[in-house]
Structures are given as structure tokens and as C-alpha cells.
């Protein structure tokens, strides 16, 4: 929601900046329906354990009586059947490095390419 007021100022702030705004919005859009509607129905029950290059995947059980009270789907720590998966320490160490560093080549590019358009 901030997203979009913030874009709505953006707009009528100056009316050049509408390609940009529709992309970015649009890339956000794609990014977020990406993560929601493919990612995580993939994905085991679980959660991200030491950053985003393990996953702890919970025990679930149907039908637990927990006080008298049954249950439809049941989530749960076992650590006899839990399982954590995780990658090499080298792919944590490329994508830190790619989120510190990769940021400022794509902004010079994007800069470059605004500037090319106006002819200076």
C-alpha cells in the first residue's frame, strides 16, 4: 500500500517518471505472485533456519487429539523425524556478495540509459 501511494506521488510529481513507475510496480507484482502462487506450494512445511540457504522442514500430522480436541492438520518439532536441508557456505558467501555489490553497476546502467535519452 505504501508501494503504491509512493508511486502515485512519484506520477504526479512529474510525469516523465510513468515507464518507470509501471515497471517497478509491475516487477514487484511479478515477484510477489512468483513467491505466493508457484514457491511456496512447492515447498515442504518449514521455515528458513539460519538465513536463506537452510530450511527446517517440520513433522505434520493429520488427525492429532490434543485435550480431547481433533485437529485437521497438525504442525509440529520432532527432532527424530525433522529434517534440515541446507546448501554449501560458498552460495550464501556469492549471493551476500551479489546483494552488497551488484546493486551499483545496475543503477550506473539505468542512470546511463535515462541519461542517453535526454542527450547530455
Known amino acids: 500500500m505504501v508501494l503504491l501511494m509512493s508511486a502515485i506521488a512519484m506520477i504526479s510529481s512529474n510525469p516523465q517518471k510513468i515507464k518507470t513507475t509501471i515497471a517497478a510496480l509491475l516487477t514487484g507484482l511479478c515477484i510477489a505472485f512468483l513467491i505466493g502462487k508457484v514457491i511456496l506450494p512447492i515447498l515442504p512445511h518449514g521455515s528458513y533456519y539460519q538465513g536463506i540457504t ?3 522442514v ?3 500430522k493429520e488427525g492429532i487429539t490434543i485435550n480431547g480436541v481433533t ?3 497438525s504442525i509440529y518439532s520432532d527432532p527424530a523425524t525433522d529434517k534440515l536441508i541446507t546448501l554449501p557456505p560458498w552460495i550464501d558467501d556469492v549471493l551476500l556478495f551479489l546483494l552488497k555489490f551488484a546493486f551499483a553497476p545496475l543503477l550506473w546502467l539505468a542512470a546511463y540509459f535515462r541519461l542517453k535519452e535526454k542527450e547530455i
Open 54 to 56: 537452510s530450511y527446517h
Open 58 to 60: 517440520y513433522t505434520v
Open 71 to 73: 485437529s485437521g492438520i
